[in-house]
């Protein structure tokens, strides 16, 4: 039998279409190769998938574009294993790795779960287009540092989680602000409120939270022209009622008023004073 050589091990390994009735599990990827093409050493009990053996030994990924990533055999760190920035989950066979940055994929989440046996019904694309931003595509990638917010809904993209982004204009959104209904409704008002990509208003408070809605963002507004409307991330949101002004409140601030009222009248009777010293110095002088 043919023997192969893969950088990862230093035995030779042979390659099997299937080896049925062995519970097998691939050193590379940890994902089971029970019945798939399979290149094995029986003695290291060392197992790859067909796939896993052919991978690419660096890759530009959509997820981290400032350097490549190379394909290491195993974690280079101390500990001997990885937290993966893609899904979050520790890993320990082979990654993808970026060690200037200390970035690290698992090979499956690299490709998109294409080695996972049980993938994403509905994975997320890397590229897409929205009404929001016409102007240049937004590709995929993880948001790895923080201050970045997203220009859909105007809150923070967490560090470390995916989202869509375009470099060109410092354009942000969240995965889950890509996808928001055209119209929506809520209990609280009698007329379906439309999805306003770009913000007519420089100025406008949100009926739920009471906050200013910047108008880069998108928001939620009356289709009827009623001047109601929400941030997009309120649809859902309980109405916030300002709380009524409590007795010790209300007599700070009538305390303040007062001082204030005092302070002004001095200043009025300090100049009035000022203005009749003037008038007898004059009276005296002819």
């Known amino acids: 039998m043919e023997g192969h050589k893969h950088f990862s091990h230093s035995h030779t390994l042979s390659f099997h279409k299937s080896l049925e009735g062995a519970q097998l599990t691939c050193t590379g990827c940890n994902f089971p190769c029970t019945g798939t093409p399979v290149y094995a050493c029986r003695k ?20 981290h574009p400032e350097h490549p990533l190379s394909l290491f055999p195993s974690p280079t760190y101390t500990s001997g294993s990885f937290v993966c920035n893609s899904c979050n989950e520790t890993g320990s066979g082979l990654c993808f790795c970026c060690s200037a940055c ?8 690299a490709y998109y779960n294409d080695l996972n046996p049980k993938p994403s019904l509905n994975p997320t694309p890397v590229q897409i287009e929205l009404k929001s931003h016409p102007s240049h595509p937004l590709i995929k990638r993880l948001q790895v540092s923080s201050g970045h917010s997203c220009d859909v809904c105007g809150t923070a993209c967490e560090p470390n989680v995916e989202a869509y982004r375009c470099d060109i204009c410092d354009y942000d959104t969240h995965v889950g602000c890509t996808g928001l209904p055209e119209t929506t409704c809520r209990e609280d008002h009698e007329h379906a409120l439309s999805l306003l990509y770009v913000n007519p208003h420089s100025k406008f408070e949100c009926d739920v939270c009471k906050g200013a809605i910047a108008q880069t963002n998108c928001m939620y507004s009356c289709v009827t022209g ?7 991330k309120c649809v859902d949101a309980k109405v916030t009622e300002k709380e009524p002004m409590s007795e010790m409140t209300f007599q700070l601030e009538m305390f303040k008023l007062q001082n204030k009222m005092k302070v002004h009248q001095m200043a009025v009777d300090t100049m009035l004073l000022g203005s009749h010293g003037l008038h007898r110095n004059r009276y005296y002088r002819y």
Do not use: I
């Open 102 to 109: 200390e970035f690290d994929l698992h090979v499956h989440c």
């Open 44 to 63: 290291c009990k060392f197992f790859l998938h067909d796939r896993c053996f052919n991978l690419a030994r660096s890759l530009t990924h959509p997820s």
């Open 226 to 232: 009623c001047n109601y409307g929400m941030h997009v």
